[in-house]
């Protein structure tokens, strides 16, 4: 089993090929945060409500396992989802949109590439991203837009709409979110 996954994860593989070239895309960075979420449920399952353990993410590794995901799932509209991590919470990403072969308004674009920075808030076993500036290509815009294009992605894929701003539930395990100059540390 060892050796069929050393050959998975040096072979060419489906999910970088389709990954944008130079991007620094690895299915090596992918599968490490694979097994930091089963580390964190098995964890989390055992845990007495002690003391706060912590996981260390870097921007790469992130960056990979949401390309992995991405893939993997066959997303039909957010073509990629890139983020840079600074200090205190804050980042900063990249969202390609395709709706290309959509049923959609033809006043939205059919590609387009959504450029934001934000605040990550985290509380009460929540967490919202608090979006402080927000580009289409290089035109500022309002968040609605962005709700627009979510709430079309939820129609087409049969989902409940929601919005940038709402609260989302923390995945299961984490407490607690902190942001640093490439790496986020995940409290479990």
């Given at each position: 089993m060892a050796l069929l996954i050393?050959?998975?994860i040096s072979a060419p593989h489906p999910f970088l090929r389709g990954c944008p070239q130079g991007q620094g895309y690895s299915l090596e960075e992918a599968f490490k945060v694979?097994?930091?979420i089963d580390k964190i449920t098995a964890e989390g399952a055992q845990s007495g409500g002690g003391r706060l353990r912590k996981l260390v993410i870097t921007e790469n590794e992130l960056n990979s396992y949401i390309?992995?995901?991405i893939e993997s799932e066959k997303e039909e509209i957010m073509k990629e989802l890139r983020l840079k991590l600074f200090d205190?919470?804050?980042i900063e990403?990249?969202?390609h949109i395709d709706l290309r072969g959509q049923r959609v308004p033809q006043f939205i674009r059919p590609e387009?590439?959504?450029y934001f920075a934000a605040g990550l808030l985290v509380s009460d076993g929540g967490v919202k991203i608090d979006i402080q500036k927000l580009f289409l290509e290089d035109q500022p815009i309002q968040p609605l837009l962005l709700d627009l294009v979510i709430a079309i992605a939820a129609r087409l894929n049969r989902e409940k709409a929601t919005s940038i701003s709402d609260w989302y539930e923390l995945p299961y395990g984490i407490r607690d979110i902190?942001?640093?100059k490439g790496?986020?540390?995940f409290y479990y």
């Open positions: 050393a050959l998975f694979l097994r930091a390309a992995y995901r205190k919470n804050k990403g990249k969202i387009m590439n959504i902190k942001t640093e790496k986020a540390t």
